[in-house]
T-cell receptor, first 115, second 109 residues
């Protein structure tokens, strides 16, 4: 059974379009995250939700909007896509924030290419 | 603010030992995690140090010195499959969501 799953795995789209990436975890974790990994492999946190509530919202353009319908799902919607949005987007989950070491479990990633 | 430093690349041969260093500046520090990421794959958790000293897990060990804000990952008996990127990530106030720039390890035959 896949612990953290994301769809789609690949997404190729034109500038200006709107797209969504879905994430689901079956680990029973309360905290979920979205990361962006650029071509130089820098892994940067975008958002974190704990039990459906937004707890981290880094400096991200407001074209990016996360939505958590329940604590097992955290989707990412991106409006008006730009070339610079091309990257790999990872969803992750972990046990509650005050856990001893807060190991994160990552999804397989979504490679977004904006043309 | 926070800062993390790791070497960008390390190369070693099969069977060798390699050490990947990480220096950090952060507040609310609880401990240091290490993650491995193969090309095209997702980061996966390797180890965590909450206390100073060496933690050993098979061929991989991780070390932490809180007073020096420094840690390292030690990989022994290197195998080709260890070729990957390795990220350190400090655990701040119970969360770690800031990852180092990553060290790309190439293992040569």
């Amino acid at each position: 059974d896949t612990a953290v799953s994301q769809t789609p795995k690949y997404l190729v789209t034109q500038m200006g379009n709107d797209k969504s990436i879905k994430c689901e975890q079956n680990l029973g974790h309360d905290t979920m995250y979205w990361y962006k990994q650029d071509s130089k492999k820098f892994l940067k946190i975008m958002f974190s939700y704990n039990n459906k509530e937004l707890i981290i919202n880094e400096t991200v353009p407001n074209r990016f909007s996360p939505k958590s319908p329940d604590k097992a799902h955290l989707n990412l919607h991106i409006n008006s896509l730009e070339l610079g949005d091309s990257a790999v987007y990872f969803c992750a989950s972990s046990r509650p924030g005050l856990a001893v070491y807060n190991e994160q479990f990552f999804g397989p990633g979504t490679r977004l290419t904006v043309l | 603010g926070q800062s993390l430093e790791q070497p960008s690349e390390v190369t070693a041969v099969e069977g060798a030992i390699v050490q990947i260093n990480c220096t950090y500046q952060t507040s609310g520090f609880y401990g240091l995690s290490w993650y491995q990421q193969h090309d095209g794959g997702a980061p996966t958790f390797l180890s965590y140090n909450a206390l100073d000293g060496l933690e050993e897990t098979g061929r991989f060990s991780s070390f932490l010195s809180r007073s020096d804000s420094y840690g390292y990952l030690l990989l022994q008996e290197l195998q080709m499959k260890d070729s990957a990127s390795y990220f350190c990530a400090p655990n701040n106030y119970g969360q770690n969501f800031v990852f180092g720039p990553g060290t790309r390890l190439s293992v040569l035959p």
